[in-house]
């Protein structure tokens, strides 16, 4: 009667270790060679590229079955930061490596290989019942500091006006403080400016067009792929004297639209195997006519 | 002592003598498996405390103390980087005092309901379906903040955006109920009946006897239940990142955007280098969440200490 119960305890302990072993054991045999068009790696970074990112990978995975991509968007500094902890493969961007993080994957071994793969149009998009339709590069600058709060200051309703920012992991949240926040390229250039402390930071690009869909007050800055009918775009103005330009395909291509902006890849050095494969894909034009269809600008 | 008593016993009369040791080398491998379970909970807790110490800490080089706690800006992308969490601390109080201000009373009322007034049949059919409720993941939660709760707020206190601490805090306070009501619960029903008979033969109404007997004789665990319920609403993260806001003012009401310590750590550990600026001092606002929930505990503890002492005399 007693022996039954020792016998159990004994069982449990090493059937434990049986199961890890053959968990561990497991673990190596999934990690595929590099070699060819077979393998599996992953694309990390920017919220912007991920749509179309995705699209590529569901098309090159249709025609390579044996390659595996997975892809996710949390913003374009988590993917610089996986590409300088060696952490991703590719690494996805909507604004351009900076030179302190070239210096910190450097001293990790890495060598960041930046490859444009579309353009992207930044649109600033207001509620369909906002009387606004256009505002000029200097207005923006001081709506998203804080120095217009209101709607009436310029041309709208009597009504306060509440900014959506992406947040800090973004790319786009750090381009549109550069060209639009700060100015770069205009005589009023001001690199001392930042976010007002009133300015909202959300989580994800899809959640400030929702926003700005039931806000008639809020304004926020997806990129052209983000665009629904249930937002309007706001037409830009370089300077005051020149005239307003909305976002689209076109405008983008031949230069008018002001907030326009590279969608990049990096990789560690010259990309090679399946990786170069891909790459080869989306840069191809059957990879670009992708681009047009999921929102952006294609590289021609 | 009674160990070689029964040793003894063992070795001179009984036949299965060999049965009996296997059995008690059985007993001590188990002894020793629970201490060491027991002692892996320290040694986890030692870790964490280590690693945030580690990693914290060096940000206080370039960021003196003071100026960490009490800047208000919070730039950390910028060149160069300021790092002032005194918006993230004034909004984690805001969302969890509104979450808190709802929770307790309409907690402890159904938990009163349910314990003294509910029959049987109707208190098995409730309380299952409010502890359901703390099954619901928080991004759902969120969601549910962000789609339904914001524009209700909005409407209701004509603000400029319904996504607030206000809206965070109410779905905070949803998210607490659970905890409170069941703990509460099961604190109430632990109060003897003779209590309430006592009371009612000293002519008390139902009413009477809830409020001036059984809340008060189940008082310890009802406030564990609210630091529990407080605890839940500082930590969580996912549901203030989605419906809080996350503007970077100190917020001087509940009704303005906001952006609590945990929903500053999510939004901005992605894209922090591993051990550069902003790594460290995301931990160390990991740090300061970590002291502020201790508080909270060690303050429960005093509360129950105390309680235990006036019921003992």
Redesign the interface.
Known sequence: M??N??KK?FILPVAVLVVAAIALAGCPATDGGGNGTSGSFNIIGSNTVEPLSAVWAEEFMKVHPEVSIAVSG?????G??AL??GTTDICQASRKIKSS?VE?AEANGVEPYEIQVATDALSVVVNPSNPVSELTIAQLSAIFTNQITNWSEVGGNDA?I?ALSR???SGT??FFKEHVVQMAGLPTADTSL??G???????STK?GV??VA??P??IFYPGLGYLTNEVKPLAIKRTADTPGVLPSVETALDGSYPISRPLLFYTNGEPTGAIKAFIDYCLSPEGQAKVTEVGYVPLQ | MMGQQVKVATTETSP?KG??R??R??EK??EGWIFLTGLLAIVILLGIIALLLKEGLPVFLYTPPWDFFLG??W????EPPTFGIM?FFVSTIWVTLVATAISVPVGVACAAYLAEVAPDKVRETIKPIIELLAGIPSVVMGFIG?MLLS?LV?SAFNL????CGLSAGIMLALMSLPIIVSVSEDALRAVPEGFRQASYALGATRWETIIHVSIPAALSGITAAVMLGVGRAIGETMTV??VA??????PLSPTE?M?PMTAAI???I?????G?LQYQALFAIGLILFILTLAVNVIADRVLERQKRKFAR
């Open positions: 007693f022996s119960p020792v305890w949390p913003g374009s500094g988590v610089i930061a300088i902890d993080e910190q306060p509440v947040d800090t992991n949240h750090v930042e976010y402390t009133k300015v909202l930071f959300l989580p959640e929702d926003e039931k806000n007050n809020a | 299965d049965l009996r296997r059995w080398i059985g491998f188990i208000t800006r730039y950390p992308v910028s918006p962000l524009p909005q400029n955006t319904g996504l990142l989605m806001g996350g503007a970077l003012a100190v955007p952006m999510a939004s901005g992605g894209n922090a280098v591993r550069g």
